[in-house]
């Protein structure tokens, strides 16, 4: 395949407008590059992702309520992504880690044609998982404050702090909210690494719960235990979920 | 070291040791049989000696200090170098009227003295408790001078911390995206391109300059506030609008420096840069009852879980003001629907009208 002569369709993602106009001036030397669309913030990325079929977008990271990071989660990875950022010193690490190519602003010309060269060779390729870069680009000591999921069309944004708990659907994990579940593509283990394991417990193989929710434990059966939420949920805990559980709880008393 | 073995303080010790001395020349003299000048020679000889041995006390005073060992320990502590020190006083005393006095002198004195020893005892006794209090005294007020310098010295080193801190205050994350959006004015506008450099040269420059003084005018620090939003104005486009009501007179007030910059960087920080659509800052000061008000006030969102991350700012902001104020200020943090406000107030120092 000859990747030079493949058209290239663009995205530009930045919530600044000057900074979209350096992109923009910086790709009118390539004619193969089509610009499809300028996105003022996460939504309207994910939105135009979703009409236009971009294979290549210039993203920027530090956006208004969804970040670089989570707009790539919600387009998934079959797409070449190039970040931009001006100064966040633990985006470009997690950038460095998986090999993402990234500019730092101001943009230069030769650093842009080299990060176009390469996003040129690579179309089609898959980008690491967007969760992945976001849990490496998390400052030490810090966890998730929202959760992003995506009902076809639909962004909706959960604060970690209203979710009841999580539960495990094959590759899915259902996240449980006032009273609604909401589909997210994520394997529990790796939602579990990003919340607060001050305030979320593993109780089940399948289970997170918000210890907040949790009213009492019930035994239920030989080996194991019910664990009631607030809401009358009951949900299963295992014998080392109940380990997990007592130790907080006996931390916080 | 002793802290009376200095010139001027050991003048002063010894020179209360002197009506001591005349009173015993006198009683010398008229009691006894001798001369003025054996007599004179003899008290100050025994008291110039006892008056050094009492100095003596600092140490048994150093190593039992008022209120942390127990007063039987303390009692028992002082009772017996009294009494050791009083009893080498006596029979130094003996000694050095057999050096001072004549032969025949010396038996008279002898005499005289030999049934009032007990007495004499028991005045060296009191005496070295008298100097046993002394020195706590001047243990208590090397205490408070001590920790009076330790106070300045801690004063000073917090101003260093805090002088460093406002020089490192420029944040990296404001200056990248200055220079990408002077990048990207270069070819929409030039003019606007230059217009920014020479905004954010002066937003540097003042930022430098005003670290380095301890108090400036509010309109010093208004004029980079100023500087900063135009910056970030051009940056953030439609979405930053600012409002400003300043009350005139309070602009000739003084205020640290680099007070309100952090705070303003916060709100477009936190507040402005998460918003899709913007929002508005709002600068406001007034002064009254001798008091300077000021407040800044964003649009956040209020959806936003965001535990507040301009924390380290405000804490910051906050300790400065302690440091610098005490009890006489105040910062208020809260939040009213969308809009996040830092509510700030001071003394109102006026400050020279500028030029």
Known sequence: MNASAKKIRALIVDDEELARHVVRELLQSHPEVEILAECANGFEAAKAFAEHQPNLM???????????????????????????????????????????????????????????????????????????????????????????????????????????????????????????????????SALETGLNPDCFVRIHRSYIVNLERVVRIEPYGKDSRLAILTDGTRLPVSRAGYARLKALLDERK | M??????????????????????????????????????????????????????????????????RVSFIRLLLTHLIAAVLISFVWTQAGGALAYAVLSPEKLDAIRVQFRPQLNSIFTIGVLLYLLSVAFHYVLIAMEDSRHAE?????????????????????????????????????????????????ILLAEFLRMTLGLGEKSAILLSEELALLERFLAIEKVRFGARLRVEEAIQDESRTLLIPPLLLQPLVENAVMHGIANLPGGGTIRVASQCQDGRLSITIENTFDAESTSTRRGGLGLANVRRRLEGRYEKQSSMQVNTDGDRFRVQLSLPAEPGASPK
Not at chain 1, 82 to 95: C, G, L, N, P, V
Not at chain 1, 158 to 185: M, N
Not at chain 2, 16 to 29: D, E, G
Not at chain 2, 162 to 187: G, R, W
Request: with cysteine.
């Open chain 1, 58 to 188: 210039f993203l920027d990271v530090q956006m208004p309520k969804l970040t670089g990071f989570d707009v790539l989660e919600l387009i998934g990875t079959d797409v070449s992504v190039i970040f931009t950022t001006a100064y966040d010193q633990y985006a470009m690490r997690a950038f460095e880690v998986h090999a993402v190519d990234y500019l730092l602003k101001p943009i230069g010309r030769e650093r842009f044609e080299a990060a176009l060269e390469r996003a040129k060779s690579r179309l089609g390729a898959k980008m690491p998982p967007a969760h992945e870069l976001a849990a490496t680009a998390r400052p030490p000591q810090q966890f998730l404050e929202r959760l992003v999921v995506k009902d076809g069309t639909k962004v909706t944004l959960i604060p970690v702090t209203k979710l009841d708990y999580a539960e495990a659907q094959d590759d899915y994990v259902a996240l449980a909210t006032q009273g609604k579940k909401h589909l997210k593509q994520q394997t529990i």
């Open chain 2, 2 to 67: 002793h802290p009376l073995l200095t010139r001027n303080r050991l003048g002063l010790y010894l020179l209360a040791w002197v009506p001591l001395v005349a009173t015993s020349i006198y009683v010398l003299v008229t009691r006894g049989t001798l001369g003025w000048l054996q007599a004179t020679a003899l008290a100050v000889a025994v008291f110039l000696f006892y008056a050094f041995l009492c100095l003596s006390a600092w140490y048994p005073c150093r190593a039992t200090p008022l209120g």
């Open chain 2, 149 to 197: 310098a330790q106070a300045v010295e801690s004063r000073v080193l917090a101003r260093d911390a805090e002088l460093k801190a406002l020089k490192a205050q420029v944040n990296p994350h404001f200056l990248f995206n200055s220079l990408n959006s002077i990048s990207a004015l270069t070819s929409v506008d030039p003019a606007k391109a230059r217009e920014m450099c």
